[in-house]
């Protein structure tokens, strides 16, 4: 296995990976999770050069020549108003993972993992102090991967509500 930084020309694997997380998570809860768009979605996940950056990191996995794996990393540094709030994290540099995906196939086989190992060394070596995702709460994957597999505790609930008319 490969980790390295994504690149143009990888938005076909990632939009296929996009897909099948999707649909894993559209199997699990079809009223929360929706299929995304497939009319421009190669264009939409292919790599820039904004995209790993002194604050992103897109990295993908490879095993061979296939693409199994990708992570989406941003640094959040502290702001001015953040010394006005009562979380102790905005204090600090925080990385935050938005997306982590692996196809199903190849899931159990640590990619999940080293590349979430890999976006917290480059968060470390920019001065992130603390790590932080979101995941739904009900994923009879990803909160043990989360939890017991990187040590990640929970630290918030993101409560919803649908509003009808």
């Known amino acids: 296995m490969r980790i390295r930084e994504a690149t143009p020309g990888d938005g076909a694997a ?14 699990l809860a079809a009223g929360l999770f929706r299929m995304p768009d497939e009319d421009g979605l190669i264009e939409f996940v292919e790599p820039g050069p904004e995209d790993n950056s002194s604050t992103s990191l897109f990295i993908v996995a490879e095993l061979g020549d296939e693409v199994v794996g990708h992570l989406y990393a ?7 108003s953040d010394r006005f709030q009562s979380d102790a994290d905005v204090n ?9 995906c692996v196809l199903q196939d190849y899931w159990r086989r640590g990619i999940a993992t080293a590349l979430v190992e890999a976006a917290e060394a480059w968060g470390r070596a920019s001065g992130a102090t603390i790590a932080l995702c979101d ?4 994923s009879p994957v990803s909160m043990p991967f989360w939890q017991r597999r990187m040590n990640y505790e929970s ?3 993101r409560l919803r509500k649908r509003l009808t008319p």
């Open 14 to 27: 990632i939009a296929r990976l996009h897909r099948g997380c999707a649909a894993y998570y559209v199997g």
């Open 74 to 80: 941003v640094l959040i540094r502290p702001g001015e």
């Open 92 to 100: 600090e540099v925080r990385l935050f993972i938005h997306a982590l």
């Open 135 to 138: 995941t739904w709460p009900d």
């Open 155 to 157: 630290r918030s609930i």
